[in-house]
């Protein structure tokens, strides 16, 4: 990522974000190692969205397991791709697909029924204990293996938000949710105790202590919603420290929760894990307090302290890192600036804070980004699933992050 300074003024950025302790420093390396789904011709990016065992459409999620291995949600396609180990090369092929009969075909669930292998529009993905769970949002369910499939279309162990694997409808086909349902889940992370889901449908946050054994385990807390059976947007109430409008990115930060609540623009932190239901946040990253929802802060160009539909998070030591996603860019917050509307520090995707636009206004091209809405980071790799532009990128963190890990 260069590091040229190229400041917009116009009179919808903020002043303060002009100032020199304001200006980007690097979140990650120059460049990324690794870029799956698209070849690098040197000048620009070229990335091909017909299903083959390198090709991507509309990547929304990935994870890096315990034993390095890499897979990732082709949404579009909707399957799930599996590398045996991390790939040092581009475009590299994957070894394994779930949720298709082989890497040439698509459709949802296959074009099939509901199976314990089929997908259909699958989102966040984690790693979970020695294995990972998937949220199969339009399945309204999530998938567990409890170790890493080594065949083609492995079933999954266990389900959630489903009585069954042969079920897909919203809420268990009823208009109000429970514990055991869900609605357009998006977003799942595991914390080596607890599996939480973003419940985005339902508008709420779920929690599961320790890892699930048994298909449709009901959830043990809920956060964004009074109860389980509600699912209004905003808790039915005015925006606050407790209500959520599209949950969809959920991780852990040196002890604190953080959930991304793309449509009030913002990211959720409690300080601890929460212990009763619909328990408040303490901060807020993204906005000035917990009533305002403003992209950007109500400013038309981005500032340092603005999110616009922040989709993805994950934390390297003191960093968290939010995938900014309708800016295109990465934004990262050091722990000793957690406190409601302080500006991020770091910066990937753009040259500037000011800065906005897919691919910088541009073909895409390696170190670009264009509505980046997953994020994970295993050690110092952070993958970044860079929906817009049907890609995978595999990227080192900068020294700066590095020194805190």
């Known amino acids: 990522m260069t590091q040229t300074l190229r400041v917009k003024l116009n009179s919808t950025v903020r002043q303060d974000d002009l100032s020199l302790e304001n200006i980007a420093r690097p979140l990650l390396q120059p460049m990324p190692d690794v870029i799956l789904g698209a070849t690098d011709n040197g000048d620009e990016m070229i990335v091909s969205v017909k299903p083959t065992p390198s090709t991507f459409f509309g990547t929304r999620g990935g994870a890096i397991l315990e034993d390095n291995s890499l897979w990732i949600a082709d949404t579009g396609h909707h399957r799930l791709l599996g590398w045996k180990t991390i790939p040092t090369e581009d475009n590299a092929s994957a070894n394994f697909v779930i949720g298709q009969p082989d890497f040439y075909h698509e459709g949802r669930n296959a074009k099939a029924e509901v199976n314990a292998f089929s997908l259909n529009v699958p989102t966040g993905v984690t790693a979970c204990g020695k294995g990972l769970a998937v949220a199969d949002a339009w399945n309204h369910r999530i998938l567990i293996w409890h170790s890493t499939p ?15 694997f042969f079920s897909g409808e919203s809420n268990r086909g009823k208009d109000l949710p429970t514990a055991k349902s869900l609605f357009w889940c998006y977003g799942v992370y595991w914390d080596g105790a607890n599996l939480w889901a973003a ?6 946050v779920l929690m599961w202590k320790g890892l699930p054994t048994r298909n449709g385990q009901k959830a043990d807390l809920v956060l964004g919603q009074n109860n389980f059976n509600l699912r209004d947007e905003n808790g039915g109430t005015e925006p606050n420290a407790t209500s959520m409008r599209w949950a969809h990115g959920v991780c852990t930060w040196r002890g604190k929760l953080c959930v991304t609540d ?28 917990f009533t305002l929802v403003d992209h950007n802060q109500t400013n038309y160009f981005p500032i340092s302290a603005g ?13 968290l890192i939010v995938t900014d996603t309708a800016s295109s860019r990465l934004l990262g917050w050091h722990i000793d600036d957690c406190q409601n509307g302080t500006s991020a520090k770091l910066l990937a995707g753009q040259y500037t804070f000011q800065d906005k636009g897919d691919n910088r206004w541009a073909m895409p091209m390696r170190d670009s980004l264009c509505w980046s809405y997953g994020i994970y980071a295993k050690d110092e790799t952070v993958l970044v699933c860079d ?6 990128l595999l990227w080192g963190v900068s020294d700066e992050v590095s020194k805190t890990i």
């Not at 419940?199 to 709420?204: A, E, S, V």
């Not at 932190?269 to 408040?280: H, L, R």
């Not at 999110?307 to 960093?319: A, E, Q």
């Open 150 to 164: 080594t065949n083609n279309n492995q079933p999954a162990d266990v389900v959630l938000g489903q009585a069954d």
């Open 199 to 204: 419940d985005t449908g339902n508008r709420r």
């Open 262 to 289: 793309a449509g009030n623009n913002r990211v959720m932190i409690w300080n601890e894990i929460p212990k009763i239901n619909n328990q408040p946040c303490d901060v807020v990253l993204g906005q000035k307090d």
């Open 307 to 319: 999110l616009n539909m922040p989709y993805g998070v994950t934390s390297v030591g003191d960093w």
């Open 387 to 392: 929906s817009g532009n049907s890609r995978a």
